[in-house]
């Protein structure tokens, strides 16, 4: 249940819930368009790899968590604010708009994503065999691709027993800044009357200043859930597919691990495919960079290994023509 400051005045406080559950219709609406496209998501996602580590262990296909070093469209989380600042020209008999604007970057800058919740993401793409992804993914070329049954993957991943898990969640990433402008702009027009609510009240201090501060954080929080769907469009040719888990931030997210990535602790969370959907990895691609004889005996290796049912997976090679 959604909770605001205490010291909040009770109709502003409502206030505040009532701009959230609007928030949430205008994000589910969106989010509505991208479960619609999703059905047509072709039968094999998948993921990318410099070695075939994922197939030992679990936490290789791990969630890491999001940072403020994921890429994000270029279009940042105050930019509709200032747009709609600089378009209306109220700013200066509305002072308490360009307050508000300085903090919204200010949370995009101090604490951005961390602070709205836990997010842990796996990333997928509908394209197995993209000479970028090979580059930039696949130890230029010479690593692998996994192919993933996307139904049988999803469900093991997004239900329980039958029953769906509310913290998981797939989704296909846009490439629209303008698609993003217009959520982001929405956003912001549903904001806009709550920051000047206090002039027609009594209210100041310490009460004002939990206000204000409330506000910033469920209008940042909201901007930040309607981000994660977008990616920069000079990212398109990914295709790229997302496992989400999202967790609330005012409590610990559960069974997260660390490793470490140059001088940095990375969490992450396992997700144990070869446990819950062993039968859902139809096929192994052999990078286009790769010698094939070496990379296709250590394929057939790992999956005698590693894998229930090896006779199951094919093994195939990029036809993209390649060399390192």
């Not at 990535?261 to 969370?269: D, E, I, P």
Request: proline residues 5%.
């Amino acid at each position: 249940m959604p909770r605001t400051d205490p010291r909040i005045p009770r109709d502003m406080a409502k206030a505040i819930l009532g701009y959230d559950a609007e928030a949430t219709k205008i994000l589910q609406a969106f989010i509505n368009t991208v479960e619609a496209r999703s059905r047509h998501l072709s039968s094999i996602t998948t993921r990318m790899t410099p070695d075939l580590q994922g197939l030992s262990k679990a936490d290789d296909c791990g969630f890491p968590t999001s940072s403020r070093s994921t890429t994000l469209p270029n279009c940042g989380m105050g930019s509709a604010l200032r747009l709609t600042c600089s378009n209306r020209k109220t700013t200066d008999a509305r002072p308490e708009i360009a307050t508000f604007a300085s903090g919204f970057e200010r949370f995009d800058l101090d604490a951005g994503i961390e602070a709205a919740g836990h997010f842990f993401i796996c990333c997928f793409s509908a394209d197995g065999d993209d000479l970028g992804q090979w580059r930039a993914y696949a130890d230029n070329g010479q690593g692998f691709a996994l192919g993933f049954d996307t139904s049988s993957l999803e469900d093991a991943f997004t239900k329980k027993k039958g029953k769906l898990i509310k913290q998981h969640s797939t989704f296909h990433i846009t490439y629209d800044d303008t698609e993003l402008t217009r959520v982001q702009t929405a956003l912001v027009e549903l904001v806009d009357p709550l920051i000047s609510l206090p002039r027609t009240t009594c209210v100041r201090g310490d009460p004002l200043h939990a206000y204000m501060m409330d506000l910033l954080v469920y209008h940042s929080m909201d901007v930040i859930r309607g981000v994660m769907f977008f990616k920069h469009e000079a990212y398109k040719n990914e295709k790229e597919y997302r496992f989400q888990q999202l967790f609330r931030r005012d409590k610990p997210a559960p069974d997260v691990k660390h490793r470490r990535r140059g001088t940095s602790l990375v969490r992450y969370r396992e997700f144990d495919w070869r446990k819950l959907a062993p039968g859902s990895l139809k096929k192994i691609v052999i990078g286009p960079a790769a010698d094939r004889i070496k990379a296709a005996r250590f394929a057939k290796d790992c999956l005698a290994a590693f894998h229930a049912d090896p006779d199951k997976v094919e093994i195939v090679y990029s036809t993209i023509p390649y060399r390192v």
